[in-house]
């Protein structure tokens, strides 16, 4: 194998695909990147078992073959690099040449024939989305998204697929962000997918707003491609738990508040909060919100903003980590907040927003006696 390539456009392949390497494996293959040539250049490829990326890049190749090289210290070298033409080359299967300017390098590579193939996905039956409406709902859902490693569905987003609209659908069981967006699918079957955050935030990362993506689905697992570059995900299996259950439907008292300095308050009170449960009391009063914060081994701080309110009076806790997480993601500068008791769920929705996307955020409140 021997081509050449434009600096440049080498680091931008390896740090599209450099994400899906593992830091720690027990497979020394996968700590390689694929490297292939192709009728229009090269081919990058990473792979850590349960997510792939692969992307193409324009290069003039004089020998057609594949190897895979160290990822890590192929990126550093990269980096390091002058600006002018690269010129890699491998002799065998495992000896790896690279060339540029007055530079010269020499890795150990592990032949093609060990790398994992990527999972077999029909792209003749695929979905048609723009990549803009996916980045709109992963960048305003996959937060809320467990971390935990006891309910292991919760670790992923749900993705509802219909004809007419998709939705996105993140919970960790103490938060909930839930967004939908129109489309126009008829030709395509509906579905639900779970996917892993991980996977979505390449998606997120790797595309242009304004490429058209082909979405297909395998045996268990599920491929994103553009002309140039493509993400293949694990599927997480197993229900979904019923999360319109949990969205309260007659919540009557209504607040709303200046979102920045609903956060800058929030940030304000945390400094005193609990590192272990970050509650904090807010109490709704016509015109008022009151922040109040003890924790018996540090202090106690107070703060007040002035809100619109609807309804009773109310006090509730809130963990407020979790709050601060969900304003950061709503996208206008005045936000609506409904309650019904402090025992239960909150919601939160953006004010004004002039979108077709429509989208809710829901809190579990925290007990303010222990």
Known sequence: MRFTIAREKLQE???????????KTTLPVLANLLVETTDRGIRLSGTDLDMAVS?????????????????????????????????????????????????????LGLPKDE????????????????????????????FASSTEESRPILNGVLWELRPDQMRMVATNGHRLAKMEIPINATEVPSSDLIIPPKALEQIRRLFPAEE?????????????RSPFTAVYTRLIEGPYPNYEQVIPKDNDRIALADRNALIQ??????????????????????????????????GEAQDELPI???????????????????????????VRLTFKAPERAATIEPVGWDDTAKYLCLIMPLRLVD
């Open 212 to 224: 058209e993506l082909e979405v297909a689905r395998g045996d268990n697992h599920l491929g994103f």
């Open 55 to 107: 992307t193409e890049l324009m290069a003039d190749v004089d020998v057609q073959g594949a190897i895979t090289i160290p990822a890590k210290k192929l990126v550093e070298i990269v980096r390091e690099l002058p600006s002018a033409p690269v010129k890699v080359s491998a002799s065998g299967e495992q000896k790896i040449t690279l060339e540029c300017s007055r530079s010269k390098f020499k890795l």
């Open 115 to 142: 790398f994992p193939s990527f999972p077999s996905i029909r792209f003749g039956e695929s979905w048609r989305i723009r990549s803009g409406d996916l980045q709109k709902l992963i960048s305003h859902t996959a």
């Open 308 to 334: 619109n309110f609807e309804g009773d009076s109310l006090d509730i806790g809130f963990n407020a980590s979790y709050l601060l997480e969900i304003l950061r993601n709503l996208p206008t500068d005045e």
């Open 13 to 23: 392949g390896l740090s599209a695909v450099a994400a899906s390497v593992p830091a």
């Open 265 to 298: 308050a929030l940030k304000r009170m945390s400094v005193i909060a609990s590192d272990q449960t970050h509650r904090i009391r807010m109490s709704f009063n016509s015109g008022m919100l009151k922040f109040s914060v003890q924790t018996p081994d540090l």
